[in-house]
Each structure stands twice: as structure tokens, then as C-alpha cells.
């Protein structure tokens, strides 16, 4: 049979499934001290996003829901959502534990319709690369997002998919392709970053999105980009040659030669005139 979209995405789900326990359990998230009170938000995302108080917020990829949850703890009407069983599963208990009023929802980001608008919508770290179909992506958020609301991406830089692990004598060494492919990048044993020596015996299933794909997208949804930005930090090490930041959880290259994430800013805009059953 032909793999499709449909057969890589419901591998990547299993993956993800199998990676839940490992991560609940892990120093990575840091659920001990998220139980403390901690908020696991960093603070590009806490900026991008500003206070959420009051404000319903609509969290895609949230994982097993800290995320969502630091927002409930700011005082968000926030709802997380995720195609993995295990993960809505883990954040629902949590949300029940820690008495956070945040909503979890299992669906694929893509064909998502929640029925309902937020005046947030949030994702952050590694997402877009999970995600066959930007153009569907930017849909569903432009059908989720409430007239004057505001949508905020944080992630990982695109050109980080090229490179190799290991730098060359005569420095850095492409590997993967930065421009889209029809089919995506598989890596038949998949492991997780929370442990790299875990070996879960599944494959993943990846797609690069330039930064030209994901603005087009949101533009072509309707939606009008606010603001763009490159910063040479991530929270995260995805390549051995990155080091620690003195920030506390944040990675660089010596010399902040290129970017390492972006971050983006979108609206919906209100309609120019008001509808004639508002003025009746
Ligand atoms: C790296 S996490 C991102 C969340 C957050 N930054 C974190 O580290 O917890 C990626 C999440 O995307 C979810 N995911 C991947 N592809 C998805 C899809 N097509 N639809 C919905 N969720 C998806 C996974 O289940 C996982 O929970």
C-alpha cells in the first residue's frame, strides 16, 4: 500500500503515545517542580503572547498539557489540544489534579474545528515539522481565531534541519534538504530528546517548512502577519555543537553567527464594516 499523509501521521501518533511515559517521568519537563507551581513558559513565549488573564486561549500541540496549563495558571480560559491519546489523557489528569481549569481535546491539528473561537492561539517548539500541510495548518487556525485575535508561533529555525550532527574540518556540513519534499524525512528508529539512549523502535515521519512556506500560509488563510522575528537562542539542543547559554535553559552557537528560532505574529482582522444585525 502507498504510504499517505493519513498512515505517516498516525505513526507519528503512535510515536508520540510512546514517548508520554518517558517524558512524564523525565528531568526535561520538570513535572515535580510544575506540581511546586512552576510555570513552564519561557520568556519568548510569555512576551509573544502577553497577559493571557481573562482570555480564552486555544494551546495546538500542547503535549501533555504544562504548557496549556501554565497558561490556566495565568488565568487563561485555555484549551489544549493534541492528536495523542496518551498525552490528553496525562494533561486531563493533571488538570484535575492540580485543579487548573484547562480544557484537552484529541484531534490532528490540520482538520481541527473546535466549533468555538479563542482570542489566543499558541504553539510553540518543535510543531510545524509534525505537520504535513501548512496551508491546512494556517486553516484551522484561522478558524479557531476570534475577530482582533491574536495567533503566536515559537519555533525552532528551519535551516536547523540541514545540518549535520558532527562539524566538519572545514566547519558546518549540510545532511537534509531545507526546501519542502513531497514525502517526508524518515527516521526508522526514533528515539526521544528527553533520553537519547531510549530506543522506542518506531520510526518518525518529518517535514521541513522554510520560513517562506509558513508565513505564506498564514497569509493565505486570511490571516494578516503582525511581526517576525530570528533569535539566536533555542530552548533545546538539537545539535551537539551548540552550547549552554548563560540564560539558564537556553542554547547557542559560539558567536551567534545565524539564527536559531523565529518567532511570528498574526491577527485576524475585524471586519471594516460591522455586520447589519449589529446595528439592528
Ligand atoms: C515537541 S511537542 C511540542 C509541545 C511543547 N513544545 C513541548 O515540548 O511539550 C510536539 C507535540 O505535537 C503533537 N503532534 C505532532 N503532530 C501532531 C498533529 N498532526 N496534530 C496534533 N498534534 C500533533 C505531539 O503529540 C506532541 O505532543
Known amino acids: 500500500m502507498t504510504p499517505t499523509n493519513a498512515s505517516w501521521l498516525s505513526a507519528n501518533a503512535e510515536l508520540w503515545d510512546a514517548r508520554v511515559p518517558l517524558h512524564v517521568d523525565s528531568d526535561w519537563y520538570g513535572l515535580r517542580d510544575f506540581r511546586a507551581g512552576r510555570l513552564t513558559l519561557d520568556e519568548i513565549e510569555l ?14 500541540q500542547c503535549h501533555f498539557g504544562l504548557g496549556t496549563l501554565s ?52 504553539t510553540s517548539w ?20 476570534a475577530p482582533g485575535g491574536v495567533f503566536f508561533l515559537a519555533e525552532g529555525h528551519p535551516h536547523l534541519f540541514i545540518w549535520d550532527d558532527e562539524l566538519g574540518k572545514d566547519g558546518y556540513r549540510p545532511r537534509n534538504p531545507y526546501f519542502r519534499h513531497s514525502t517526508p524525512v524518515v527516521d526508522e528508529e526514533a528515539g526521544t530528546y528527553v533520553d537519547p539512549s531510549q530506543r522506542l523502535g518506531l520510526p518518525q515521519y518529518r517535514w521541513n517548512h522554510p520560513l517562506a512556506e509558513v508565513v505564506s500560509a498564514l497569509a493565505g488563510a486570511g490571516l494578516r502577519v503582525t511581526g517576525m522575528a530570528e533569535h539566536p537562542v533555542l530552548p533545546w539542543q538539537p545539535l551537539p555543537w551548540m552550547t549552554a547559554h548563560e540564560r539558564p535553559g537556553w542554547w547557542r552557537v559560539p558567536g551567534d553567527p545565524f539564527p536559531l528560532s523565529f518567532t511570528v505574529t498574526a491577527t485576524k482582522d475585524r471586519p471594516a464594516h460591522p455586520r447589519t444585525e449589529e446595528l439592528t
Open 126 to 145: 518543535g510543531v510545524l515539522m509534525w505537520l504535513p500541510d501548512l496551508d491546512a495548518w494556517a486553516r484551522a487556525i484561522a478558524r479557531h481565531l
Open 47 to 60: 512576551a509573544g503572547v502577553g497577559d493571557p488573564a481573562g482570555r480564552s486561549l486555544l494551546h495546538l
Open 71 to 122: 497558561w490556566a495558571r495565568l488565568g487563561a480560559e485555555a484549551t489544549g489540544v493534541d492528536f495523542s491519546a496518551a498525552a490528553v489523557e496525562r494533561a486531563r489528569a493533571l488538570a484535575t489534579e492540580l485543579g487548573l481549569p484547562a480544557r484537552f481535546e484529541q484531534a490532528e491539528v490540520s482538520g481541527l474545528d473546535l466549533g468555538r473561537t479563542f482570542d489566543i492561539c499558541f
